[in-house]
């Protein structure tokens, strides 16, 4: 009742001024209206109390982002710890197929390049496998798994990736023995890459060494010249790479100069050699490395 | 009384109901999303009209316009009409029952959205009449919930008249 007779006594006192101050803020409301709407004025007072506002909208926003901003931790945590148990698995299954994988890939890889040396040389090859190496360490010879029955014959030529291992020289039914190039008894008709000055290349007994014995001091070869097959000798396709010239001494009171190559193979670490076929003429036997 | 402590809950209500006003709602529920603010500003205007009254209403109306982006002075205009109705006739008002009151804020709420139809219209901006008429009938059926908190916080703190 106190409260009700304070308004009332204040009542007649106030209502001018509220119906005033309703019909100031209503013009100064319409003002804006127009001046927003037809104007676009207001855009740099809308901005500033937008400034103003932006606490309410950061007190709006933060449940909602952190909901969200909960959500995606959640979820991300969810996904890596799916990742990591599908990746564990993985990798378990990865690493017993490596175990295999890892024979197999360097088995692979050494095919691999002594394919590409098929491909480029165009003849018909037979990949071979050593089975045993001469004990005997003046005669470079070795007996690979490839006999008359395969197609081998005396005096076929012996590759390896990397180039001329040596030639049959006693081709046996079910299996080959051959001679190496660094056989001191081997000799092999080869040609500089360079300029196709023909030469012999002479097994010397050792595995990385061949000596070219029958060129003059004038002859024009010099280090790293490249040695290939020249096809001379009818045993050795052309082309072949033999090795590369590591030394040229000239003698002037001698007829011939001493020279000296490496062979391009690895005479001593070959495991595989490919048997060469030259020409187009297909070996006898299917073409069948296994 | 302090002013301080009595205006600070007050303040607090005005806040939340603009925080209600812009809160992010699903797609359905825009429409009928209560004038938070209109109900906030009835009810302390009726029961304060010293302290809160059209300059209030005013204010909050305009920064309601900027956060909604609405053109400026068109909630400051509804909200103050609505306000200085309120505050002329609270005297009237705070002896009605609930269910007089309630039919006065459905009046009030009708009111508030034609003003901002009306100004919609002559700007030249179309909106389905749901979205006038949603806010009414949920702001009047959140009435009486909004009244019992408001009085609840009312009598609680300490207050001058």
Known sequence: ?290 | MSKGTQRLPVAVCIILALVLAIVPLPGWAGPYRPDWAALTLIYWSMVLPRSYGVGTAWLVGVVLDVAQGTLLGQHALALSLIAYMTVKFHLQLRVFPWSQMTAVVLALLALYQFILFWINGVAGIYAPAVTYWGPVVTGTLLWPLVSLVFSGIRYRVPHGR
């Open chain 1, 1 to 290: 009742m106190v409260a009700a007779r304070t308004d009332n006594a204040h009542r007649s006192a106030r209502t001018p001024a509220l119906g005033l101050r309703f019909l100031l803020l209503a013009a100064m409301s319409i003002l804006l209206l127009i001046a927003d709407h037809r104007e676009n004025h207001l855009d740099t007072v809308r901005k500033a109390l937008g400034a103003a506002v932006y606490p309410l909208r950061i007190v709006v926003d933060s449940p909602v982002s952190l909901w969200r901003w909960l959500q995606e931790t959640t979820a991300a945590r969810n996904e890596l710890l799916l990742e990591n148990s599908r990746l564990n698995a993985e990798r378990l299954l990865t690493q017993a197929r490596l175990q295999r994988f890892a024979a197999l890939e360097s088995e692979n890889a050494r095919l691999r390049a002594m394919l590409e040396a098929t491909s480029r040389v165009r003849d018909q090859v037979q990949v071979s496998e050593i089975m045993s190496v001469s004990s005997n360490p003046f005669r470079h010879t070795l007996v690979i798994d490839k006999g008359t029955e395969d197609g081998v014959y005396d005096g076929q030529a012996m590759i390896d990736a990397n180039g001329v291992v040596g030639q049959v020289i006693e081709a046996g039914l079910l299996s080959a023995q051959g001679v190496l190039i660094s056989d001191p008894d081997h000799a092999l008709p080869v040609e500089i890459n360079r300029n196709g000055l023909r030469t012999i290349a002479v097994g010397t007994g050792e595995f990385d060494r061949l000596d070219l014995p029958f060129l003059p001091n004038n002859a024009d070869i010099r280090k790293d010249d490249l040695l290939v097959t020249s096809g001379l000798g009818g045993s050795f396709p052309p082309g072949y790479p033999v090795g590369v010239v590591t030394d040229v001494t000239r003698i002037p009171q001698g007829p011939f100069a001493q020279i000296s190559a490496r062979p391009a193979a690895a005479l001593n670490q070959v495991r595989e050699i490919m048997l060469i076929w030259p020409g187009e003429e297909p070996p006898p036997a299917e073409i069948d490395s296994e």
